[in-house]
């Protein structure tokens, strides 16, 4: 397949490569396009043809179910019923954002879309393009993460080139994601809302509207027969570089002893070893490929260089990723949660 790569910049939002993409949508192709969370491949939600050529190109597995993107909140009524109160005061406080709402789907939403499943996720991004980009379409978009399934998400379109290119119709470029990780999905259909994904509406902002929201506690814990994660999602491993990842935790400064320990042993093993390390501690690394990840002052630019720095370790092929970990609060459990994921849960504890 011959994709088109189109660039539109945000403070010009050119109409025409906007409503180029759109048209494809309504013609059931397949749109790459920018949200402020990550990338996302998009499909006419209500066209199963369509959405089944997203589970093709992704590699996905079919039992995962789409999160449906729409650009005005009057688009609701037609794909959901029996909306609860809290998840309008949710869609008040974070709509336009981070934010999927899962509720009780209607009959439009083709099985293939929703997994078969009774609910569905419903999400009005904030990005300029995306809502452009939605609305040109004329239909509720489904969309998930523009990778191939397994790998990290793309945050910049460079990313989603290398993924997806020749396998989709369109791709839509824009600036690098602000967020960086996925949308706070929120199950809704319950009482007390129950977060199963964290991400960049954090549970904090979340008890500011549900004071008892909590989040499912299958999630920052490895999956196993015992605990199984309500969305489907969030049982695969995920979010994976090619290298193994491991993962050290407890107090800094013994972190760093113990990661430049462990640098040096994979060294004398002739191996190259990648260190996620942050602008507070880049310094005390004496060898290995280290890339700062941001500051540990602001959890926000953590999140956004995520997914990038795991894949910039491929890019460098390096033969194993050493990460520090951080604090489990704010966007720091999303965080937390991606890299325990990446890391398949190897965590070492100093
Ligand atoms: O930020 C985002 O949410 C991005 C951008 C593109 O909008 N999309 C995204 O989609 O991350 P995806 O497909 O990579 O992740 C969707 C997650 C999965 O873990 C899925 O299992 C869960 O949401 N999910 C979707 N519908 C659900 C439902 N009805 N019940 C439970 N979990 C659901
Ligand atoms: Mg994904």
């Known amino acids: 397949m011959n994709t088109k790569i189109k660039m539109v910049d945000e403070k010009k939002l050119d109409k025409d490569i906007i409503g180029e993409a759109g048209k494809i949508i309504r013609e059931g192709g397949l749109v790459v396009f920018p ?28 039992d995962n179910p789409l999160i449906v993107h729409i650009w005005n909140i009057d688009q609701i009524k037609t794909l959901v019923h029996d909306v609860p109160d809290m998840a309008y005061k949710f869609m008040e406080k974070f709509w336009p954002g981070p934010m999927t709402l899962i509720l009780p789907k209607s009959d439009v939403i083709p099985d293939v879309t929703s997994a078969s499943l009774p609910s569905i996720g419903i999400r009005m991004p904030s990005n300029v393009i995306a809502k ?15 990778n191939i399934s397994g790998r990290p998400s793309p945050t910049d379109v460079e990313r989603c080139i290398e993924d997806l290119n020749g396998k989709v119709d369109f791709i839509l470029g824009g600036e690098m994601c602000q967020v960086g990780v996925e949308s706070t999905v929120i199950d809704c259909t319950v009482t007390p809302s129950c977060v199963l994904r964290p991400g960049g509406i954090t549970l904090e902002m979340l008890r500011e509207v549900d004071k008892k929201a909590y989040i499912d506690p299958a999630v920052m814990k490895k999956p196993d027969k015992n605990i199984k994660p309500k969305a489907p999602g969030m049982k695969y491993r995920h979010y994976a570089p090619k290298a193994p990842v491991k993962i050290i935790k407890g107090d800094l400064k013994k972190t760093v002893a113990k990661i430049n320990e462990m640098v040096q042993n994979y060294i004398d093993e002739n191996k190259a070893v990648g260190i996620i390390a942050t602008d507070e501690t ?20 953590v999140s ?25 609060k704010g966007i720091g459990v999303a965080v937390m949660n991606r890299l325990n994921k990446s890391a398949g849960f190897n965590i070492i504890r100093v």
């Open 35 to 62: 949200t402020e969370t990550v990338y996302g491949l998009g499909a006419n939600a209500l066209d199963p043809k369509a959405v089944k050529k997203i589970f093709e190109a992704k590699g996905r597995p079919q």
């Open 282 to 301: 880049k310094d005390f690394y004496k060898n290995g490929l280290v890339i700062s990840i941001g500051s540990r002052s602001n959890m926000f630019s």
């Open 132 to 146: 452009e980009f939605i609305k040109s379409s004329g239909v509720p978009i489904a969309a998930p993460s523009a």
């Open 304 to 328: 956004k260089n995520l997914f990038e720095t795991l894949r910039c370790f491929d890019d460098k092929k390096v033969d194993i990723i050493l990460s520090e970990a951080f604090e489990e």
